[in-house]
Nanobody, 127 residues
Framework: QVQLVESGGGLVQAGDSLRLSCAAS????????MGWFRQAPGKEREFVAA????????NYAGSVKGRFTISRDNGKNTVYLQMNSLKSEDTAVYYC????????????????????WGQGTQVTVSS
């Protein structure tokens, strides 16, 4: 079982940067592809970014590509989401998720592929 705890959310202005962190419990963190999703009020949850087990492969939604960077530190059981040039439309609750994967390069972008979820952290971008 993996437990995920996000942190780093907050209120920022458009154009600012923010870094989210997700700390995972357990000894098998490197067995999981990791992803970030977000859900804005009144909208469905959407994929943001994913990173493979070893960190060598990443996958981004088109709306964040070039602005957001996902990374991981397997020694610290932590995945990060660096968010630059934030826009008001990035306002959402951001969720960290873990997908057990036998494939080292897998970067799933469907929420149904993920087995474990954090509680979410609010990001609000004012324009």
């Amino acid at each position: 079982q993996v437990q995920l705890v996000e942190s780093g959310g907050g209120l920022v202005q458009a154009g600012d940067s923010l870094r989210l962190s997700c700390a995972a419990s357990g000894r098998t963190f490197s067995s999981y592809s990791m992803g970030w999703f977000r859900q804005a009020p009144g909208k469905e949850r959407e994929f943001v970014a994913a990173i493979s087990r070893g960190g060598g492969n990443t996958n981004y939604a088109g709306s964040v590509k070039g602005r957001f960077t996902i990374s991981r530190d397997n020694g610290k059981n932590t995945v990060y989401l660096q968010m630059n040039s934030l826009k008001s439309e990035d306002t959402a609750v951001y969720y960290c998720a873990a997908a057990f994967s036998p494939y080292y390069s897998s970067t799933p972008n469907r929420d149904l592929d993920y087995d474990h979820w954090g509680q979410g952290t609010q990001v609000t971008v004012s324009s």
